[in-house]
């Protein structure tokens, strides 16, 4: 009999309750709450416990977050309070393993204290390393936090979840230099939101580039903001293009709001769009001539998949991840490379730019990672975890007879 799966909900909760978009890392669960939901339990972390729901309630759970609707809250008191009261403890799950899939509260002890004392074996979805790696771009208590969450959970895992060699790679790297145990670890790609069909009115008349994801230091807006003033006061003959910003505002973000506020040569040219629906992002990547995403740092990248699983150009920073998955399709260019952006927006601010009908044509052969795929390799991480005795039964099975040797 497999092992039970559980699901750690913690982080999908807390941000629901509060009302906030979804980020990428909460894509991910969902991705996952679709996939395992019909047979796992939904765990939450409270009140220095790890609380887990009956089958019933878990899927009302499940289908809660996937649903959140405008009754969220009272919705979440009945079922967390009312249902679920007198089932929290059950007795009949040691030995189940625990998706954690958000790096939500694996840096508290208490949370490790629970796992331990209900004999549970933890499985963790590490989607960067960036407080460690690039501490000069997160708020100044990250680092810290993140260096207890991973250093914590290498040695309580019994598997690892990634979204990419890259990121493998540096974890591999980080249990080396600190001496910690890595557990088996499975990179699995991850896959872009199928977009509905795009509108066929422009949303800006103008040609025009889009930058996606949350507006905070590592993504390099201010650096692009400033090329952008320099391209307005230069005053050409063609006026610039013109820039909308997809996303919500994060930590740091005040040199880029004062950039939006104060420079009269970006005013009319750059675009917030702090609230976007799947239907008004695919139609403003599908009419603009590129996503720019000029990070110094990122996990993975969705934004590029999901352009260029539209057809959309994109125009990157150069860092192996993205050439993990997209390939030698995008143009890279190093972050801070502020001539050669210029030299490659202006190519792609024309209706006839050859650089971008050459990347159209090389768009033309991708192959976006699939959530199949990514659960196939998922799948054989976690099916040795459920099923141990099997496994050892199939290995011993498939193992080579012996060779006799003759007198």
Request: glycine share 4%; with cysteine; charged share 15%.
């Amino acid at each position: 009999m497999s092992a039970p799966l559980l699901i750690d909900i913690s982080r999908l909760l807390h941000r629901a309750r509060q009302g906030k978009l979804h980020t990428g890392v909460d894509r991910v669960c969902v991705e996952y709450i679709h996939r395992y939901g019909h047979e796992a339990r939904a765990a939450i972390f409270a009140f220095h416990c790890l609380w887990i729901f009956p089958p019933f309630v878990s899927r009302r759970l499940f289908d809660l977050l996937l649903h959140p609707g405008s009754n969220f809250a009272s919705r979440l008191f009945t079922l967390v309070l009312l249902w679920g009261a007198t089932t929290w403890f059950p007795r009949n799950l040691q030995n189940a393993l625990l998706l954690n899939l958000g790096h939500s509260n694996l840096d508290r002890p208490a949370y490790h204290r629970s796992l331990r004392r209900r004999s549970l074996r933890l499985v963790c979805f590490v989607h960067d390393l960036i407080p460690l790696t690039h501490p000069e771009y997160c708020r100044s208590n990250q680092q810290s936090v993140h260096f207890t969450r991973i250093s914590k959970a290498l040695p309580a895992s019994s598997g690892i979840i990634v979204n990419s060699k890259a990121t493998l790679l540096e974890l591999q790297e980080f249990a080396a230099s600190h001496r910690l145990p890595l557990p088996d670890a499975t990179p699995a790609l991850l896959a872009p939101a199928p977009l509905p069909p795009p509108d066929a009115q422009r949303p800006v008349q103008a040609p025009y580039f889009v930058l996606v994801g949350t507006i905070e230091p590592r993504k390099n807006y201010a650096f692009l903001l400033q090329l952008w003033r320099q391209m307005a006061e230069e005053r050409h003959p063609a006026p610039p293009p013109h820039l909308v910003l997809i996303g919500q505002r994060g930590w740091g973000f005040d040199n880029v709001v004062d950039l939006l506020k104060h420079s009269p040569a970006l005013r009319g040219l750059v675009h917030e769009v702090s609230a976007c629906s799947d239907s008004a992002l695919a139609t403003y990547l599908h009419h603009s001539q590129a996503l720019l995403f000029p990070s110094f740092a990122e996990g993975f990248g969705m934004p590029i998949a999901e352009a260029l699983a539209c057809g959309v150009p994109v125009i990157a920073s150069d860092l192996p991840v993205f050439r993990e998955f997209a390939d030698e399709i995008p143009e890279y260019i190093a972050p801070l490379d502020g001539r050669r952006w210029l030299e490659v927006i202006g190519d792609y601010a024309c209706p006839s730019s050859p650089m971008r009908a050459a990347q159209l044509s090389r768009a033309a052969r991708f192959q976006p990672p699939t959530w199949n795929a990514h659960f196939q390799a998922v799948d054989l991480l976690l099916d040795p975890l459920r099923n141990p005795r099997s496994t050892s039964i199939r290995s011993a099975a498939l193992a080579p007879s012996p060779q006799h040797s003759t007198p």
